[in-house]
């Protein structure tokens, strides 16, 4: 047997379904002892309200789409988990499509998610690259950007400071004595690294140094990129090779303190690494990893929350739509 219909509340109550209706959306002229008897029956057959008066109103669920290039990065299960958290709280379904970063996969899912006339997406881009889907949703205004922006797509955005965060760590890197530094980027294509990269390279101006003069080799946001950008960088001369690595995100950071470690090389008294993301895992790690946070969870729950007022789910929107960012000065960074 299923969970109880309004027609269930109806029979029991003695009234009409447009009865029951107009008390679950508190609109209508009922007699308050008819609102009291519904209610009552409402709660004798433990129904719920919420989403079926919606159903009802629109004639089929509420639903958003995220698309997200992966649930590893636990940057981006904490914005899937934020945007989970907004949805349900206005019974709305959330749609997962984890894209694997491929562009192919993106406009795959932002085709299929219009085909099923999804009330919106909120878009969490792992390629960069715009497809013609995301264009015609985002001309429906079905589409609010996190983390990443797309270029010529009009869209709403949910961001937080990566250059303000990016450049106040590297001040700090530099404020304690580092010349030679060098910087595992992310993917050139991506707003997010572009962003983190002036961050860095103004810090390095600021300084006093030449930011053309510092390496910056692009990864992809992974553990592996970091792994093999940080050998690069071991591989040089102990004279010559940088005393600090600031890496995109954590996971970059992390894969270049595992090469660290299998080359014996002592963090930070050999080098000095940083990240970015402030991940669980990142102040567990041996030393603690020095890195920026950001609120994953926050800005997914603010874009859901966006979306959702702009579709016509929510009445409100979200308090911000920019979240800070702030260093974390653990022990991965020597004072030299």
């Not at 609010?144 to 797509?153: A, T």
């Not at 071991?234 to 595992?258: E, F, K, V």
């Amino acid at each position: 047997m299923g969970p109880p219909t309004i027609r269930d509340v109806a029979r029991v109550a003695g009234v009409s379904i447009g009865t029951i209706s107009a008390v679950i959306n508190g609109s209508g002229a009922v007699a308050p002892d008819t609102r009291r008897h519904v209610l009552s029956c409402i709660a004798e057959l433990g129904f719920e309200p919420n989403n079926a008066a919606r159903t009802l109103k629109r004639g089929r669920i509420s639903s958003i789409g995220l698309i997200v290039p992966d649930l590893d990065n636990p940057f981006f299960a904490a914005v899937a988990e934020g945007v989970q958290q907004a949805a349900a709280g206005e019974d709305v379904l959330m749609v997962l499509c984890i894209t694997g970063s491929s562009a192919e996969r993106e406009d795959y899912y932002a085709q299929i998610l219009r085909s099923k006339r999804l009330d919106g997406v909120v878009y969490l881009s792992g390629s960069g690259m715009p497809s013609a889907s995301l264009l015609q949703l985002a001309r429906r205004g079905a589409v609010v950007f996190v983390d990443e922006r797309l270029p010529g797509v009009d869209a709403p955005f949910v961001t937080a400071q990566n250059l303000a965060g990016a450049r106040t760590l590297a001040k700090s890197v530099l404020a304690v004595g580092h010349r030679r530094l060098a910087i595992a980027g992310g993917p050139p294509r991506l707003w997010t690294s572009e962003q983190r990269l002036a961050g860095y390279r103004e810090a390095i101006a600021s300084a006093g140094l030449d930011p053309d003069a510092v390496e910056c080799v692009a990864g992809d946001y992974s553990e592996r990129s970091g792994y093999e950008i940080a050998s690069r960088f071991l591989a040089l001369d102990p004279a010559t090779r940088p005393t600090a690595l600031l890496c995109a995100n954590d996971l970059m950071a992390m894969g270049a303190i595992r090469r660290c470690r299998e080359l014996k090389l002592r963090i930070p008294a050999d080098i000095s690494i940083t990240g970015f993301d402030d991940i669980p895992s990142s102040e567990f790690l041996d030393p603690p990893l020095t890195t920026v946070t950001q609120p994953g969870r926050q800005m997914g729950e603010a874009a859901a929350q966006l979306l959702m007022q702009a579709v016509g789910l929510a009445k409100a929107g979200p308090a911000q739509i920019e979240f800070a960012t702030a260093v974390n000065l653990r022990g991965s960074v020597a004072n030299i």
